[in-house]
């Protein structure tokens, strides 16, 4: 006899953030990391990266319905609904090709409630409680029997002048906020947001990724509209290098600190500028092999740091994932739909070409993040732990969460320590998880200190001030906010 599962949710079952949530259970060690805590816990939030929509903020409009704010547009909500065989087209997502998707926001929600289950032990379990509970005021834990009831909530809300972005944003205690953007991007978003006179700061980040990717769909395109935009000649090596640093000025002119380069590997190169120019022409003319694709790509990061070096942007390399690894959905649904997946990545052998040329400036600063944790104690906390260009970002992703935040900081710490990190960053289009993932990361880091303190190898004061430095101070200073 096979048994089945009960499902124990009911409209009842309670749903809060309980006070000691991540701290050690030993009595004395939680003891310090409560303490620790408190002096953390109001802090300012400094989100140095991330993917939320500059239009929220310039327009200040209501967020549309309870589906379209958490479950449309989260690939972290699709994706476990997706793995328990619920398609994106009925939570929801939009086709490529414009076919029927549901478009009922509530029985959307319907589905995300009865399935809430899915997310027990995940870190999406976590932001999302904080979000109910702490934004909207819910006590109940989601569940088929109360969706309505807990949809009449959140709609509601959605329509009160304290809960449209603005307002949230402030409400969350967000000093500074960063989205990002291509260079084809006008930034028309954040030009209204600074002619408005809020007191909200949201920067953007230059994403260059369609316009140095020669495997990125429209890549010619791309390339013609980067000349168009600037008046370069992009068709020429040297009016292509040049029409990018006119788009990097472009974005400093609107708050711009940092890049972000989300490359497959972290490969570079630093060819002779003849052979870099023949290696241009192949990747323009698209005759280039993989082979070239990947050399250029290598390059790119090279002259991205030698840039970086001139104007100051922080560079970040985000590289690690394969992206849209399933084929059906990609080209049904398009890219970010929760289908990417970590692949092994190598750093001490692909960083050596930028390492050797700028690896001991000290004006330039290079974030390295990764997805393949394997890395941490073996490459990237050596090299942080050594090169003056080079810091740590965050555990990132996939490994965003208690246990991965854990793993980072005891592998990475024993050779970088900490002040080669850089505090958090969120990294989100979920607007409502920021703070949730704030706060995670907060109690985190208080509850590792903690344990140092308690095994007596750190002093206590010291633990206050690393509390400090990697919940504010760190962010703000790497990426120069």
């Known amino acids: 006899m096979t048994l089945q599962p009960v499902r124990r949710t009911t409209s009842t079952a309670p749903f809060a953030l309980h006070p000691d949530r991540l701290f050690p259970a030993d009595p004395a060690t939680r003891d310090i990391a409560r303490r620790l805590y408190a002096t953390v816990a109001n802090l300012p939030i400094i989100s140095p990266h991330g993917h939320t929509d500059p239009s929220w903020f310039a327009e200040n409009e209501a967020f549309p319905d309870p589906a379209r704010l958490f479950i449309v547009p989260d690939h972290y909500v699709h994706r476990m609904l997706y793995s328990q065989g619920i398609r994106p087209e009925e939570v929801g997502v939009p086709r490529i090709d414009g076919g029927p998707v549901e478009s009922d926001p509530r029985k959307i929600w319907r589905r995300f409630c009865e399935n809430f289950y899915l997310f027990r032990g995940t870190p999406s379990w976590l932001w999302l409680n904080h979000a109910f509970t702490t934004v909207f005021g819910i006590s109940e834990r989601p569940s088929a029997e109360n969706a309505d009831k807990l949809y009449d909530i959140v709609a509601e809300s959605l329509t009160k002048p304290e809960f449209r972005p603005r307002a949230l944003y402030e ?117 280039a092999t993989p082979a070239d694709a990947e050399l250029f790509r290598a390059q790119m990061l090279t002259e991205m740091a030698r840039m970086s070096l001139e104007d100051g942007l922080v560079m970040q390399i985000h590289p690690g994932s394969w992206r849209d690894h399933n084929r059906m959905i990609f080209e049904t649904f398009g890219k970010d739909k929760g289908c990417d997946i970590p692949v092994p990545t190598d750093y001490v052998g692909a960083l050596k070409p930028l390492l050797s040329r700028f690896g001991n400036e000290k004006a330039l600063t290079i974030i390295l993040f990764t997805l393949d944790e394997t890395s941490y104690s073996r490459e990237l906390a050596p090299l942080a732990g050594h090169y003056p260009v080079l810091k740590l970002g965050p555990a990132w992703w996939f490994h965003d969460s208690p246990e991965g935040m854990r793993r980072y900081r005891e592998q990475v710490t024993e050779t970088a320590g900490f ?55 760190l962010a703000k200073d790497a990426y120069k906010l």
């Open 419 to 473: 002040y080669n990190t850089v505090g958090f960053n969120d990294d989100t289009r979920a607007f409502l998880s920021i703070p949730a993932r704030h706060d995670v990361a907060r109690r985190c880091d208080c509850a590792f200190l903690a344990r140092l303190v308690a095994e007596h190898r750190m002093e206590e004061d010291e633990a206050f001030e690393l509390a400090y430095d990697l919940t504010y101070r």
């Open 171 to 287: 409400r969350f205690n967000i000093e500074v906020m960063a989205t990002t953007e291509s260079p084809l991007d006008d930034l028309r978003h954040h030009r209204k947001i600074l002619a408005s006179g809020w007191k909200g700061r949201v920067v953007t980040a230059y994403r260059p990724d369609m316009v140095v990717d020669p495997d990125v769909a429209n890549f010619a395109k791309n390339l013609a509209d980067l000349g168009a935009i600037t008046g370069r000649d992009t068709q020429s090596w040297t009016g292509y290098l040049a029409a990018l640093a006119d788009r990097r000025a472009y974005f400093k002119s609107y708050g711009a600190t940092s890049t972000d380069h989300g490359h497959r590997t972290a490969q570079t190169a630093d060819l002779a500028p003849a052979e870099a120019e023949q290696l241009f022409d192949r990747v323009k003319s698209g005759v």
